[in-house]
């Protein structure tokens, strides 16, 4: 079994008003982006070929939007699960899912 190229866990995963889980995490390992709940039961997942993600400008440091199989989520993405960081180090984890997301997809 391979090492994940991106894992966060403690991530708030959302379908835009209704949370799925407050506490969930977001795997990209094998090709594959994986969002999972806390315990462990998949959400959903794709290729990361086919996943869209982003940061539209509406949304907070510390948010993305990914879509999935057709699927919009909000993802809150927070330093080692920390929720109350402040807003330059929430802002970081959106950034280094988007990059890994796109290293997996070989799209540099």
């Known amino acids: 079994m391979s090492e994940p ?3 966060a866990r403690g991530v708030g995963i959302a379908r835009w008003l209704r949370s799925l889980t407050r506490a969930g995490e977001v795997r990209i390992e094998d090709g594959r982006l994986a969002l ?3 315990y462990g039961s998949e959400i959903d997942s794709a290729p990361v ?3 869209r993600a ?3 400008w509406f949304a ?3 948010e993305a939007v990914a879509t999935v199989n057709g699927t919009r989520y909000r993802l809150t ?3 080692n699960g920390d929720a109350g960081n402040d807003d330059h180090e929430a802002s970081e984890e ?3 899912f988007l990059a890994a997301l796109k290293r997996a997809a070989g799209r540099r």
């Open 5 to 7: 190229e991106f894992s």
């Open 36 to 38: 999972l709940t806390s």
């Open 49 to 51: 070929g086919a996943v």
């Open 54 to 56: 982003g940061r539209p």
């Open 60 to 62: 907070k440091p510390d």
């Open 77 to 79: 993405l927070h330093r």
């Open 94 to 96: 959106p950034g280094r």
